[in-house]
């Protein structure tokens, strides 16, 4: 029987898919480095396929640090290769494999972005937002979205790595908005792509999402109608910054159980429009209902409005929701 490595590997080794994973990078990114910069490590499998050793991946790390402050790929190289580690032993003990289902791995790796204690795909994906890495950012997406689930995947990966995104960008002036932007993007389309097909709706059970008349932040609601929809629960999505008078024309037409006003900042939260949803009603007299209208949002801090729900995250929402759509 093979010994385990320093890492707890029976194999004493990590493919090129495994490495590509841990660095948020694609597959054909690590061969080519390989191949161009001479990168790669000096064993094979039986198979001839490589084995990545803990120092060939601490090497790439320092690569890809290296790339995402802007240096061009051949000096980056250049550099990683002069700064290799020389002690194996030591740096394969900070390496560990990914495990996706596992227990939540932590990780403080340098990124160039301040991501603190987070799990190890933040890494990746900041990495792969730095670079402009479309096709790396969305295989990363849209695996931990399949790994963790929709609420976890955006909880515990995804909108740290935006903030830590959007934390940059306010320190460096406009210096780092194509990356806010394109990562925004990305897991806009992650998100929407891991929906299941619609499910049929009856007569008062469904959701209505929206931004408030303003806002722009889209993406924790898109999260939740994602989950919800994860559910087998029917929504209907309104997007950006909805006129009040559209927003009451689609209660109106729907006759929702319950409708979400997603408020990012308290400029765009409005008590009375809250209150003016809430208390819409439809149907026959004698039987005539309204919705239940949920406030989400950091915006709704501090406004308190009588029969309208605060929850205060994407897992209280997401219960507050089916409760009232299931009841």
Known sequence: MTPPDATGRQDAGFTTGEVARRLGVAPTTVRSWDRRYGLGPPLHTGGKHRRWTAADIARLERMCALTATGLPPAEAARIALVDQPTDGATTAKSVTPARPRGPIARSRARTGLQLGDVRQECRGMARAALRLDSGALDELLMTVIADYGVVAAWNEVIMPTLQAVGRKWESAGEKYVEVEHFLSWHVSGALRRCVP?????????????????????????????????????????????????????AVRRT????????????????????????????????????PVVLALGPGWAGHTVPGVLRPSGLSEALTAFEAVVTR
């Open 197 to 249: 097909p619609a499910v049929p709706e009856r007569s008062g059970g469904t959701t209505l999402l929206a931004c408030v008349p303003g806002e722009n932040h889209t993406l924790p609601l898109e999260a939740l109608a994602a989950a919800l929809a994860g559910r087998g629960l029917p929504v209907r999505m309104f997007g950006a910054a909805l006129p009040v008078e559209a927003l009451v024309e």
């Open 255 to 290: 006759g929702p159980a319950a409708v979400g006003l997603w408020a990012q900042s308290r400029t765009t939260a409005s008590r009375p429009l809250a209150h003016h949803v809430a208390a819409m009603e439809w149907g026959v007299r004698g039987a005539r209902r309204s």
